[in-house]
């Protein structure tokens, strides 16, 4: 028989007339571990970032995920609705995040950082790389909690086997929102956290993160429904799938050159 999802209420709790929920948290708790990871990094001479550079780092990044990662939703998963229902656009509490966008929105905000503080922009990729899987996992535990976002239909007997009643289905599907969980999130982290122990060339950290995060949710994608307006694309692949593979390829085009070219951080 398989699993049922617990079916968690999304909201936490309430204080008055607002309402606290789950996905909320996991932002939050994704920018605390970001913060204090950043603190033990600089506490050790990791980098030379200073804890105000991590103030801001963390204030601008925060804005970089959640624009980036709405408008991203918008552009590349649901644009014609949007079209439509421009909005609609705002109402971030209704759902519609994406990593790609929010990645890219992360991208820009650190450029603008790392010139008005005349970093190198590499040297601050570097810094923040391995501080974002346990982030990246706190969100896939949101969206397990909140039951969304889950996986294809699997072998009812198999023991991963789960029924989502948000689906309206019935039909047993793989909780890819956990595979996604300890691949991106987790593994990545120690992947990360370990390449990034000794010193590197300039731009390798940020390049293992781009080869990693973009190869795990290649995999990943296999298992994970494909947005419904959307379904598969060329190939047989998902829209997270054909997003991933310019990471791969930026990744290892940045790791050999900073290998080749650049000296250690």
């Known amino acids: 028989m398989p699993l049922i999802h617990p079916n968690f209420d999304p ?26 990871l950043g603190r033990w990094r600089i506490a050790k001479g990791k980098t030379l970032l200073s804890v105000r550079d991590l103030d801001d780092i963390l204030f601008f990044g925060a804005l970089g995920v959640i624009i980036g990662g709405r408008l991203g939703s918008v552009l590349f998963y649901n644009l014609d609705y949007y079209l439509l229902h421009p909005l609609d656009v705002l109402m971030v509490w209704k759902g519609g995040m994406s990593f790609h966008g929010g990645f890219l929105g ?16 590499l040297q601050v990729t570097d ?7 346990l982030g990246l996992a706190a969100g896939r535990l949101g969206n397990f909690i909140n039951g969304e976002l889950w996986g ?6 198999a023991f991963w086997a789960m029924i989502f009643p948000q689906a309206q289905d019935g039909i047993a599907r793989h ?7 300890g691949l991106e999130g987790l593994l990545l982290f120690i992947v990360l956290w370990w390449f990034a122990a000794k010193p590197r060339p300039r731009g390798a950290v940020s ?18 429904q494909p947005d419904a307006n959307l379904g598969l694309l060329a190939l ?16 290892l ?5 900073s290998y080749k070219k650049q000296p250690s951080n």
């Open 11 to 36: 909201v936490a709790f309430s204080l008055g007339p607002v309402s606290v929920r789950w996905y909320g948290l996991m932002y939050l708790v994704a920018f605390l571990l970001f913060y204090g």
């Open 106 to 121: 992360v991208l820009l905000a650190m450029g603008w950082f790392a010139h008005s503080r005349k970093y190198a922009w």
């Open 127 to 133: 810094f923040i790389a391995p501080l974002c899987p």
């Open 152 to 157: 294809r239909p699997t072998d009812p007997h």
């Open 175 to 181: 909780p890819s929102q956990l595979y996604q969980f």
């Open 207 to 224: 390049g293992v993160f781009l080869i990693g995060y973009g190869l795990f949710r290649f995999i990943a994608e296999f298992a994970r």
């Open 236 to 251: 047989n692949l998902s829209m997270g799938q054909w997003l991933s593979l310019p990471m791969i390829v930026a990744g």
């Open 253 to 257: 085009i940045l790791l050999i050159g």
